[in-house]
């Protein structure tokens, strides 16, 4: 992959944390060495002090034994805690270059990707990288040493046992393998399970009403025991796994002292080895079970964190809004409000290739021009908008506003030139008052505020018991209302371009009137482009463009397309039958 942002991460913070790099190395050879003493140590108590029975320096070997002991719980105490800290440093740094993508991505993305999955990758797979620190690569390099010299200690013993140890190793390994393997299967079953469960109880909660309408009680309860009954079948497996992993681990350990006690016993002598070595021998293969069972684990969580690097990389290679020119302002393409010309040259767009969306669009509009697309649904007249504001990029051709490419327009000057308004009001956490400016310090309060009063909206909000300041809460504001505040935020920053998308869709035909009305009075010296399904509820535009198919059916004035367009006036037509 072009770039690599996990490597990229970690030689940053390896940089800048050399000192903690260098006394980790140091611990990580600490541990490996310490971890091989004891045994030593109790060779020497049994051979020296407790077989010839001669107390002589048995005191210093118990201490210098308890104390080695005391040194590695020291140890891995300081392993733990560095590794955690640098691999929390990590993934801090590889979440914030994720979410400085994250704004430079292009819009045609999160067409793709839904919101659960760009979570994931901040989530789920940064998590999975930072187990590779906390129990992953390093752990397993501090394992493999510790075999490593648990069997040079046993080779040095006896020859013969270490020869055994050596074939015994990959068997055992096998052995704890298949148990981890099953009990972790059986976890992860067990996990998507009561997420099920859970999930399901909730959905029933949420839709309690339609299913109390559509009688549809005893499905919800059957799907919800079945849920249970799979759930209560792979809690068994778990719990008989987590039972059994343990004795197994046991008798492997009984199996290896018997057959060590044995061939070093008088009888067979097949080891040559002194007791002090025996008992040291015990303890060092006893010794080799845990770093072989955490070794599974590693491998299991270095898998993992692989999955995690590759699916992060692939985030952090996603393309980017490919040129924007950083030296255009807003006021060097628009130094006068009323010459805003806007010019759709050629283009056509498409999602998916071989899918086209919209085909060869030609259309020019003068400054101050009221333009409304209509046509059927799914014509692409969102799509439309999204390429007006620069969010995505024509396959073919151009939108230009006084010859400048809207593409190439930073997006922070985007707001001087475009407000947005659509079907529904998004909310941010803050204030009424950070409703509208979107929490933009560039917005000042008085701006704010003549927003607000200009749709209508400052006795309401003044009437409540902070004012401007009161928290958001979405029952505050009824839709109309909301819908209202929306307006305020497009037009805070006194654009001059302003684009409405649907926005009367979901409101009654008075409040609906009311916005008209609003938008009457925003549109007089503004370029006006909007969206609308119903052509009656439309704010009196000069320019109509019909869409069909991807392509401009026709467009004029509407008292022309009444005359010359069969399409709008049956359309017309229909819409004055209804109710509204
Ligand atoms: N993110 C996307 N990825 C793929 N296809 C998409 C995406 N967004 C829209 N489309 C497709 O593009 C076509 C046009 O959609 P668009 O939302 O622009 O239509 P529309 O005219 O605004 O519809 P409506 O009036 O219902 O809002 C539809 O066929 C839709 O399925």
């Given at each position: 992959m072009k770039n690599n942002l996990v490597k990229k991460s970690i030689k940053y913070v390896i940089k800048d944390n050399v000192v903690s790099v260098a006394v980790l190395v140091v611990i990580i050879i600490g541990i490996v060495i310490t971890s091989l003493l004891p045994p030593q140590i109790l060779r020497k108590i049994i051979d020296q002090n407790l077989v010839p029975r001669n107390g002589v320096g048995l005191l210093s070997l118990a201490v210098s034994y308890l104390g080695i002991l005391m040194f590695i719980g020291i140890f891995d105490f300081l392993k733990e805690a560095i590794l955690t800290i640098l691999g929390q440093k990590i993934t801090k740094e590889i979440r914030m270059e994720m979410m400085e993508k994250l704004e430079k991505i292009n819009a045609i993305f999160f067409s793709y990707n839904g919101s659960g999955t760009v979570v994931s990758r901040f989530t789920n797979d940064v998590d999975a990288i930072s187990s590779l620190f906390t129990s992953g690569i390093v752990s397993m390099i501090v394992d493999s040493f510790k075999i490593i010299g648990i069997l040079g200690s046993i080779w040095f013993f006896s020859v013969r046992l270490g020869i055994i140890t050596l074939i015994l190793l990959p068997i055992i390994f096998i052995i704890i393998r298949i148990f981890q393997r099953h009990m972790l299967e059986a976890q992860i079953k067990n996990r998507v399970l009561v997420g099920k469960v859970n999930n399901h109880i909730s959905e029933s909660l949420k839709n309690i009403q339609m299913i109390k309408s559509f009688s549809k009680e005893s499905y919800m309860e059957d799907s919800y025991k079945m849920y249970l009954i799979d759930n209560y079948r792979t809690m068994e497996k778990v719990n008989f796994y987590d039972s059994i992993f343990s004795p197994i681990i046991m008798i492997i350990r009984a199996l290896i002292i018997a057959a060590v006690v044995i061939l070093s016993s008088n009888q067979f002598?097949?080891?040559?080895?002194s007791v002090g070595m025996v008992a040291a021998s015990i303890e060092l293969i006893s010794n080799l079970l845990g770093p072989i069972q955490d070794l599974g684990m590693e491998l299991q969580s270095i898998q993992g964190a692989i999955s995690g690097i590759y699916r992060v990389n692939e985030f952090y290679n996603e393309p980017e809004d490919e040129y924007k020119n950083s030296e255009l302002s807003a006021e060097s393409i628009i130094s006068n409000r009323k010459e805003v010309r806007i010019s759709f040259n050629d283009i056509s767009f498409y999602y998916e290739e071989e899918r086209h969306i919209l085909q060869n669009i030609n259309l020019e509009f003068q400054p101050q021009e009221k333009v409304t697309f209509v046509g059927r649904t799914g014509v692409g007249k969102s799509t439309l908008f999204k390429l007006i504001l620069g969010l995505l990029k024509p396959t073919n051709g151009s939108i230009k506003i006084n010859e400048v490419d809207?593409?190439?327009?930073?997006n922070t000057e985007k707001r001087k030139i475009f407000g947005y308004v659509d079907q529904s009001f998004h909310t941010i956490k803050g204030t009424i008052a950070d409703q509208v400016s979107l929490q933009d310090k560039s917005i000042t309060r008085e701006q704010i505020e003549d927003a607000i009063d200009f749709v209508g909206l400052s006795d309401y909000i003044l009437s409540l018991e902070n004012g401007y300041d009161t928290k958001m809460d979405n029952?505050?504001?009824s839709q109309g209302q909301k819908q209202l505040l929306a307006i305020a935020r497009a037009i805070a920053t006194n654009p001059p371009i302003l684009l409405l998308d649907e926005i009367t869709a979901n409101l009654d035909a008075i409040t609906e009137e009311k916005i008209i009305s609003i938008l009457q009075k925003v549109s007089d010296t503004r370029t006006i482009l909007s969206i609308s399904h119903r052509l009656l509820s439309?704010?009196?535009?000069?320019t109509v463009v019909i869409l069909e198919n991807g392509r401009v059916k026709n467009s004029g004035s509407p008292e022309l397309l009444l005359e010359n367009d069969e399409w709008y006036r049956s359309h017309i037509e229909l819409e004055k039958l209804t109710w509204r």
């Open positions: 002598g097949y080891l040559g080895i809207v593409y190439s327009i930073p029952n505050l504001f439309m704010i009196s535009c000069d």
